[in-house]
Structure formats: structure tokens, C-alpha cells
């Protein structure tokens, strides 16, 4: 069964960055696009971007272009998302999400990571 | 990036009501939608993709139709667990993909 773990909760300073992991057991790492999707506190869920880890190639919404890096290592099966010069409004859950295999919808996600931005 | 729009933000039923969650996109994406139930605390579960297809171990009291541009989330029978909120995403081949802004289900 396909499993994704990511790493644990954050503080940063607004104009830092963080980088947060999501490690994939189960299944073919990199065959299937690995999504990060946030959401602050109260409010909906936000797509940032995605990685298809074969094609080593990302993509991004364009809120985040610029400020938001995404990568894979294929020889660990962790996807990691990096987001630069944090303000406050970066307080959110993040989350790693797989696509399914049969379908490009994502049916595997990770448990969340809180990052909080604060001074 | 295409737009996608969810009415009602917030829905108020009764256990046994059939509930409608429409979710309409700003260009065609075919039937690349997927719908997800988010309850507090949790990551979002995937209920529905393709448009209509029922992810494995979801209820057939959830059913999804539509395509292009205007698609519907409908639970037949409401049951006490189905008090959530729920969102559509398009995942549009060639497209970032995007979610709609939610519809919460609460107890009327």
C-alpha cells in the first residue's frame, strides 16, 4: 500500500525559507506526479505545484511562481517542496499528494505539515 | 490557470437528504475533475475522478456526473459521517491544476 510520510511541523522567520519532505513507500516512486497542495488555517486547499520524478520535471501555479521549488530523489523516493521569503500569510498545512496510478486525481496524500511563520 | 468555481460554500441537510455540489470550471477540462471530502484535522479523501468514476471503498450513495465545464457531486441518502466539506479539482492534462474553494455540509 502505498504510503507518504512527510516531515515534521516548522517555524521560520518571514523572509526565510523552508523545505519540507514527503517520503513515498509503496508503489513506483517515480512513475506518478507527486502534487503539494497547502491550506491556511480555516481556509480551502490550494494547489502549488507538481513533480513527475521520472522527468525530474515541475510545474507551478502561477501565485507561487519564482518563490516555490520542487524536486525528487529518485533514489530515496522523497519529493520535497522549498518555499522562499515566508510571510505570514505562508502559515498553512502542507501537503504531498500522489496521483492514483489509473487516474491523474490524487488518492494518496500525506499527513500534513504546519509550518507557521512568525516574527 | 483555469478557475474553478463550487456553489454553495456552505449546504445545511438532514441525515437521509439528498445533497447537490456543483463545481463549474472556467474552460473545458473534458472530465478531468475529482472530488475530495475533507473533514478537520485530516487531508482531503478522493471520492470521485474522471468525472464519475467512485475511488474504490467510496459509497455508491456518492455519485459524480458532467463534463466540460459544469459538473455535480450528489449524495443520495446523507449519513451522519458525510458532514464534511468538499472540493472539486480540475487536473487538466496541460493545465496547473486547481481546486474549487469548498462546500461545507452541515447538520440542518
Known amino acids: 500500500q502505498v504510503q507518504l510520510v512527510q516531515s515534521g511541523a516548522e517555524v521560520r522567520k518571514p523572509g526565510s525559507s523552508v523545505k519540507v519532505s514527503c517520503k513515498a513507500s509503496?508503489?513506483?516512486?517515480?512513475?506518478?506526479?507527486i502534487s503539494w497542495v497547502r491550506q491556511a488555517p480555516g481556509q480551502g486547499l490550494e494547489w502549488m505545484g507538481r513533480?513527475?520524478?521520472?522527468?525530474?520535471?515541475?510545474d507551478y501555479a502561477q501565485k507561487f511562481q519564482g518563490r516555490v521549488t520542487i524536486t525528487a530523489d529518485k533514489s530515496t523516493s522523497t519529493a520535497y517542496m522549498e518555499l522562499s521569503s515566508l510571510r505570514s500569510e505562508d502559515t498553512a498545512v502542507y501537503y504531498c499528494?500522489?496521483?492514483?496510478?489509473?487516474?491523474?486525481?490524487?488518492?494518496?496524500w500525506g499527513q500534513g505539515t504546519l509550518v507557521t511563520v512568525s516574527s | 490557470d483555469i478557475q474553478m468555481t463550487q456553489s454553495p460554500s456552505t449546504l445545511s441537510a438532514s441525515v437521509g437528504d439528498r445533497v447537490t455540489i456543483t463545481c463549474r470550471a472556467s474552460?473545458?477540462?473534458?472530465?478531468?475533475l475529482a472530488w475530495y471530502q475533507q473533514k478537520p484535522g485530516k487531508a482531503p479523501k478522493l471520492l470521485i475522478y474522471?468525472?464519475?468514476s467512485l475511488e474504490s471503498g467510496v459509497p455508491s450513495r456518492f455519485s459524480g456526473s458532467g463534463s466540460g465545464t459544469e459538473f455535480t457531486l450528489t449524495i443520495s441518502s446523507l449519513q451522519p459521517d458525510d458532514f464534511a466539506t468538499y472540493y472539486c479539482q480540475q487536473y487538466h492534462l496541460y493545465s496547473p491544476w486547481t481546486f474549487g474553494q469548498g462546500t461545507k455540509v452541515e447538520i440542518k
Open positions: 474522471e468525472a464519475s
Open positions: 509503496g508503489g513506483t516512486f517515480s512513475s506518478y506526479t
Open positions: 499528494a500522489r496521483v492514483s496510478g489509473y487516474s491523474n486525481a490524487s488518492g494518496y
Open positions: 474552460q473545458s477540462i473534458s472530465n478531468w
Open positions: 513533480i513527475v520524478p521520472i522527468l525530474d520535471i515541475a
